[in-house]
């Protein structure tokens, strides 16, 4: 869990913050046109993933975090989600609606991200703050299912 590890690096790496939803439609558009490589999708706070998701699978598990996003952010504006870029992601965190606190980082302890989706595998980030218990119950009912 050292900061010289490749999966801290990206996560410590510059973001840029997905601002409307029709750049997150087109952000989901590129991670599902993947061309089978796959994605590591990690719900932070949960056991690392140890394989990637393809396909139906990914697609699933996609529209059903997006689904979350706009049900839960009821706003005009997306501004919870992140990329490292939008034209070729490789790193993305989706912040949990209900998890906010200070995701501009202002405050000296800002939340971990609920999610993570990206071609490194990852590592178990510091559970810094534990996500809800709802949500968790909600991933690991999604996961259950997307098998």
């Not at 050292?2 to 973001?15: A, K, L, W």
């Not at 932070?44 to 396909?55: D, I, K, N, S, Y």
């Amino acid at each position: 869990m050292t900061e010289q590890h490749p999966f801290m690096q990206s996560f410590r790496g510059s973001f840029a913050g997905v601002l409307r939803w029709p750049q997150l439609d087109a952000l989901w558009e590129r991670v599902l046109a993947d061309n089978g490589e796959g994605w590591y999708v990690y719900a932070v706070g949960e056991e690392p993933p140890a394989t990637m998701l393809r396909g139906e699978t990914l697609n699933k598990v996609v529209r059903e975090l997006d689904e979350l996003l706009r049900r839960e952010h009821d706003e005009d504006y997306c501004g919870i989600v992140y990329t490292d870029s939008m034209q070729e992601p490789s790193f993305i965190k989706v912040f949990d609606p209900n998890n906010l606190g200070s995701t501009c980082g202002s405050s000296g302890n800002p939340p971990l991200p609920g999610w993570i989706i990206s071609r490194l595998q990852p590592i178990n980030l510091p559970a810094a703050m534990p996500q809800p218990g709802n949500r968790r119950h909600w991933w690991q009912k999604l996961f259950t299912h997307a098998h």
